[in-house]
DNA sequence: AATCCGATTGGAAACGTTTCCAACTCCGCC
DNA sequence: GGCGGAGTTGGAAACGTTTCCAATCGGATT
């Protein structure tokens, strides 16, 4: 705790060469054998490691990307976060998490910050989009990569999915199970995924023969706010299928169905969306739309990477598809 | 993308000022109004702000704390993370999250690279810990928070738990509801937490009036380990109810009740341990020892701020005392 | 035997910041 | 009117690294 770690200086010193071949025999190319060995042994017996800062002001490059949420502890981001990471860490970069709060502002304030150059580049996915993130984003300093919304048309790279989609997907595997009287049990409208979701409803609901369509709006995407949501949604009466616009307000919504003794998915039918770890081991395990955060995670790191390497790579654009997980809680698979 | 940032020798220049006074105008003391004023202005005008590589050589402090875990994914340590990350970041540092690896020696490997300087201190939570990692720990070159096994004696900060008391409050809790054949699940035995529930265990089974004890050994702690364990244990009969050693052996123990037609808690009360989000969801919702997840890396961070600050300050140790959450899996609190 | 070329080495600058120290100005006081 | 001191300012060094450039040293070729 108390000694003070050993310069590149000292290690020149204890070798008895310049600091500039002690340099390039450690880390660059252009060494003799000889020296080296030399400035090996030397290096060893002073336990000596770079120093990470005084190497990143030279190369310009610290070696670390952020990851920016609005909630670090959602699942969804979770599983993203340990992609991005397992991606980047075999390539030497460090994993930096950030809370970019839950409005267009605090997102934006955090995307600026990056002018102080402590990454080199950051995986963000915001909550919610304005135009003044947007530009922030295209003026940043170092590559942004945006999980989320598909922002093509703007020269931003990003990872999108059809959530909208995976909405409609769900929806039609209820109808075809013969499921008529459905209802939607969206988050925030104000969101970006609670948007998306919405419209992914509004299309599917025209396009199926259903006999009633109700729909309720969450708080926020949680349990506890699904629950009550249910409630309201489940008082109106008559419906045999619940599509929740994802996991967590999906069982709260299961709960909803169970408080009015009736069951899932005999009498009502649910999906989730997002398809976590969470819904799988939930009795009934939960038939949800795998929006491939991994997959996600693992593309946005890899753009990441190419654009660490090349900042000139234009920007690039992924979209993975949807993919219905059918389970127990819509009488799927058991 | 492309812009370069601006330096503060440009906003000096700009100013018409020295290095030193725009540095003391912008950040220190001893500038004058007027002096302030002047390179406020010219930095405004370049979109100035100050290079954290840069910062950081100089003052040999990188406002950054790495958390390092074996599995970032665990709910428990997201719990932590996102703690931590709440304590830290209105201080100013960030947090970079590492993976342990799940051996000693990787963890080790971690810890010893901070050698690079690329943090100011690290919240490490290890799944095995032996004689060179405890070394490795008291020899870092910044202040090193062990969440996990109290470590008293060796001049280690630490945050512990009482795990092994949790396990002995869920059997008495057990036995108080009159159950008398009680069956142990527990996670690997070569594990930190495996080896501490285990000594609770025995440690309470010799105290209690039971008919009958057994126990069972997951290969991990997971979901599916825990039903497969369960399975084994359920074969051998006669058991009224299952402590596992987690939250979710404890999922997998319920599913594995199910299977044999039984319920829970009507025939087999099950516990489970770090009172996840994920058992305070489920259905029956779990009874769980909590081992006080987000106060452990709350306290962590805390440690840390102090530590960070004054680097000679004395070694810290916090134990958090388990609680007991009685829940349906127990036919407590419906 | 003189020259050239490649391989290796060392000196020095540069990255962007903070802060020590000396110098300067201006004021009030003796 | 000179002197001391408080208040500001600028010059320069320092943090630890990499790399450009020039210099040196062999050995091989003419």
Known sequence: MTSTRATLLQVAERAGVSLASTSRALHGSGASPAMVERVRAAAAELGYSADAIGRSLRLKKTFQVAFAVADIGNPVYVEMMRAIHEVLAPHGYRVVVMSTGDTATSTTELVRSLNSGFVDGMIVSPLRTDDRLIREIQQAPVPVVVIGRALDDRGISSVSTDSAGGIGAAVRHLHALGRRRVGFLNGPLDTTPGAARQRGFDAVAGEIAAERVDQEVAGDFTVTAGLEAARRLLARGGLDALVAANDLLAIGAIRAVRELGRSVPEDVAVTGMDDTELGRVFQPSLTSV????????????????????????AAQQITVGPELMVRESTGGAR
Do not use: K, V, Y
């Open 290 to 313: 795998s929006l491939g955060s991994t997959e996600r995670g693992r593309a946005a790191a890899r753009i990441m990477l190419q654009l660490a390497d090349d900042p000139d790579h």
